[in-house]
């Protein structure tokens, strides 16, 4: 019997460059100014958190205690900083809990992800639970995530079959290693806990 081989995954990284290009757009793809924040706000923690997509989104019962609360985001006194605690995740199955320190963007107040989950908590329900959630506090699911980014990726007339929700991951890994992080910075930046990083620096499949 012939052996197949693992399927070669070619997802595009969604680097620094595009996620401008998601950030300044999604308004047009969006029904709604709460909408288009809270998307602006999932994208951009997706990307500068190097997030998972269970960590920021609904997937599974069985992944729902590594979705982020909104307990578990805080702002430094003069918001310059937020402070975002993963209680548990993929690597960290016993909850010892990471705390990413994200600051604000000076130089590009438009995709500043400080700037953007302020701005996206301000109009948020008042009410506890996941982060990411819509105004009748349903939560942000994967699938909705991927719908609006393939709607997005669409209206910037690019290919959405050759991204998916793991290429916020990929590309704030690629866009790390341009920057001339270490592979060591780069892992502590991603929480990876093996050399599975290096499948996600991928130069090779940059948008032009």
Known sequence: MQHLGKRVDS????????????ILILHRVCKSIYETK???AAFALAFFGFMRIGEITYV??????HVLKISD??????DSEVFVTIMSSKTDQIGC????ILSSNDND??????????DYLQLRPDSQGQLFCHLNHNKLTRFQFLAVLRSALN????NPEEFNTHSFRIGAATTAALEGKTDEEIQTLGRW?????KSYIRLSRLVN
């Open 60 to 65: 599974n019962k069985n992944a729902d205690n």
């Open 38 to 40: 809270l998307f602006r």
């Open 155 to 158: 209206f910037i007339i690019w």
């Open 97 to 100: 809990s990471t705390t990413l």
């Open 109 to 118: 107040n438009e995709l500043c992800v400080v700037k953007m989950l302020k």
């Open 193 to 197: 806990n093996s050399n599975s990083l």
């Open 73 to 78: 985001n805080k702002f430094n006194d003069i």
């Open 11 to 22: 997802r595009k990284p969604i680097t620094f460059d595009v996620l401008k290009w998601l």
